[in-house]
């Protein structure tokens, strides 16, 4: 996250009145400005009742700065307002998802898909959420989020990738291609399309895939020159043995 700059000058009535009177375009159109003025009067009206609207744009000012404490203080204070908005129970979601209390985000993120089933971004978090608990949802979440926004590039890269630890190569690497067709920039979606086209039998477009991978980004040159041989698809149902491991050594330690 980047650091916001605190202006000098955004203080008294100027930034009070900045806020205020921000419509969403202004946000959009100056958000280091605005963003600027929003710790101004948080600074100067500190201890004073704020809308729960406030209390959002302090929190997501904090942790655009990078400060996950103070923006979970924020939203707190937002939802004993009773805000009945979906960002700040997501905010939080994010705070908690980045802090590890990843039982308790998913807790929240199951309310708001409940009252809020139209925010693909809600789903998205779910299936981060479901990713770092081990639950089977984890793929439905990621769907459902697609279901409704198709160009959320990151929820076809994390299909791809629960996809891929099933061993489902077929579909992971059409999730993969669409991540990257949504963003053609998406280094992980680009390294894991080779790799689970590679498992297919497709050596060619892997390779074609990490020539575009070694384009964008020179310091991956040394990982990417790892040959991609030709490989038979994987059976279903057939255990493949972990890298290092001799075949007269499986089935050491099993009981």
């Not at 710790?39 to 997501?60: K, N, P, T, Y």
């Not at 630890?165 to 993969?176: F, P, S």
């Not at 575009?212 to 043995?241: H, T, W």
Request: net charge negative; glycine share 8%.
């Amino acid at each position: 996250m980047s650091h916001i700059p605190y202006a000098p000058w955004m203080r008294g009535n100027r930034a009070l009145d900045l806020v205020r009177n921000a419509d969403g375009p202004t946000r959009s159109a100056a958000p280091l400005t605005y963003y600027s003025a929003v710790l101004a009067v948080h600074e100067r009206l500190a201890g004073e009742i704020w809308s729960a609207e406030a209390w959002v744009d302090v929190a997501r000012t904090k942790l655009m700065q990078g400060d996950l404490e103070a923006g979970e203080n924020a939203l707190c204070q937002a939802g004993m307002m009773g805000t009945p908005d979906a960002e700040a129970p997501m905010l939080l979601a994010e705070i908690l998802l980045e802090t590890e209390r990843t039982g308790r985000a998913r807790e929240l993120l199951l309310n708001v898909v409940e009252q809020h089933p139209r925010i693909a971004r809600a789903h998205y978090l779910l299936g981060l959420a479901c990713r770092d608990l081990g639950l089977a949802e984890e793929a439905d979440a990621y769907r459902a989020a697609l279901a409704i926004d198709p160009k959320l590039g990151m929820a076809w890269y994390r299909l791809g990738n629960h996809l891929s630890l099933k061993r489902e190569w077929t579909e992971a690497v059409a999730a993969y291609r669409e991540a990257i067709r949504v963003d053609p920039e998406n280094e992980a979606a680009l390294l894991g399309g080779a790799l689970a086209m590679n498992r297919i039998g497709d050596p060619e477009e892997a390779r074609a895939y990490l020539a575009q991978l070694r384009d964008m980004n020179s310091e991956l040159a040394p990982l990417l020159e790892l040959s991609l041989e030709p490989r038979k698809p994987v059976p279903p149902g057939v255990r493949l043995r972990p890298y290092g491991c001799r075949k007269k050594d499986e089935g050491k330690g099993d009981s």
